[in-house]
């Protein structure tokens, strides 16, 4: 039962522009949204959240858009820089899954210099 | 930085014997994950653990699963008896609130012949 969706498996972007990534849920308990980034041979590591009463994060070049009626989210990288070249997941939570959070498949993010 | 550790990068162990994988949260964490990738595969969630004792497991987290925090820092997780199908990255997480990011470990590789 795959709860959180990430469609595409791989994205190429020239440097500079921006990337976006993007992700679906099914359960309309989730109530908290997080983006991790991995690079090969090592773990997530915490990228940005957003709760369910915003529609918006921003942290430097990384946003995070919240579409809960058509639940969606999405990651903004502006500018993409080489270095942003890495698998992206989704992840979510609902206060009643606990602590329990829910991956998508990943993202692998490539920007092209 | 604060960080979470795990010991050993990568193990290799023949099918049928027990493995125990171990980690360091961080310090003043108070919830602890096991999450595991399975090559190619999405991040998924095995327990989660919170004032000693599991808060929530999933159906992976079968009875040849445990986990311990046998003392204030360290919390492992053994495998009684693997399988070729245990093969997979294990990562583990904590965090210090419930529901909020969490902070992932480099990784154990779990290889299974």
């Known amino acids: 039962d795959q709860q959180v969706k990430q469609n595409s498996p791989s994205l190429s972007v020239q440097e500079g522009r921006i990337s976006i990534l993007n992700c679906d849920y099914t359960n309309s308990m989730f109530d908290y949204f997080l983006w991790y980034k991995k690079y090969p041979a090592e773990g997530p590591t915490f990228l940005i959240s957003i709760s369910s009463i915003k529609d918006k994060n921003e942290d430097g070049r990384f946003t995070v858009f919240l579409n809960k009626s058509a639940k969606h989210l999405s990651l903004h990288i502006v500018p993409s820089q080489p270095g942003d070249s890495a698998v992206y997941f989704c992840?979510?939570?609902?206060?009643?899954?606990?602590?329990?959070?829910?991956f998508g498949t990943g993202t692998s993010l490539t920007v092209i210099p | 930085e604060p960080e979470v550790t795990q010991t050993p990068s990568h193990q290799v162990t023949q099918m049928g014997q027990e493995v125990i994988l171990r980690c360091v949260p961080i310090s003043n964490h108070l919830y602890f994950y096991w999450y595991r990738q399975i090559l190619g595969q999405k991040v998924e969630f095995l327990v989660s653990?919170?004032?000693?004792?599991?808060?929530?497991k999933s159906e992976i987290f079968d009875d040849q699963f445990s986990v311990e925090r046998p003392d204030g820092s360290n919390f492992t997780l053994k495998i009684r008896s693997t399988k070729l199908e245990d093969s997979a990255m294990y990562f583990c997480a904590s965090s210090d609130l419930r529901g909020t990011e969490a902070f992932f470990g480099q990784g154990t590789r779990l290889t299974v012949v």
């Open positions: 992840a979510a939570s609902a206060e009643n899954t606990g602590n329990q959070f829910y």
């Open positions: 653990f919170y004032n000693n004792e599991i808060s929530e």
